[in-house]
């Protein structure tokens, strides 16, 4: 999968990402710190990954900041991005399930490396529900 990847920084599990991704088998378009040097903005950085999700370039994104929250709340900007903040492996499966979530934000600041690595594993085993009242939901989510 083609997975775009953002990070305004290179501190924590952003040093690690892109080597995790790639032992996966994605292909990473990497934006912000992981492209330009050691700091980028989060804004900034978290839309570029976005769009690229929204354009078709790429399946999914990862965007990262220190909190998670200032690139959740980017790409959740940019029309047809469904951002989720996940810290732990439930909350993944959960966003992929509940929410059709097709970005991945993070913390670097709280998600270690042993986590990271349960965080991916559940993000890319999950599937969307294909439940009528769940698609209700990330249907009007949509319209908002
Ligand atoms: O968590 C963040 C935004 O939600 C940022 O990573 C944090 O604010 C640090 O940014 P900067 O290095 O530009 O001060």
């Not at 990070?7 to 990497?30: C, F, I, K, N, Q």
Request: overall charge negative; hydrophobic content about 50%; proline content about 1%.
């Amino acid at each position: 999968m083609r997975i775009a990847v953002a990070a305004d920084s290179t501190d924590g599990v952003a040093a690690v990402l892109v080597d995790e991704l790639g032992r996966r088998g994605h292909e990473v378009l990497v934006h912000g710190a992981l492209a330009a040097g050691d700091r980028a903005d989060w804004a900034w950085s978290a839309e570029a990954a976005a769009r690229e999700v929204a354009a078709g370039r790429a399946e999914q994104a990862v965007v990262c900041c220190w909190t998670g929250t200032g690139a959740s709340i980017a790409a959740n900007k940019v029309a047809g991005v469904r951002a989720a903040l996940c810290a732990d492996a439930y909350t993944a499966t959960g966003a992929r399930r509940w929410n059709d979530a097709n970005v991945l934000a993070l913390s670097l600041r709280t998600v270690s490396e042993p986590t990271l690595a349960e965080i991916l594993d559940a993000w890319f085993a999950g599937t969307a529900s294909t439940d009528e009242t769940d698609r209700a939901n990330i249907d009007h989510t949509a319209e908002i």
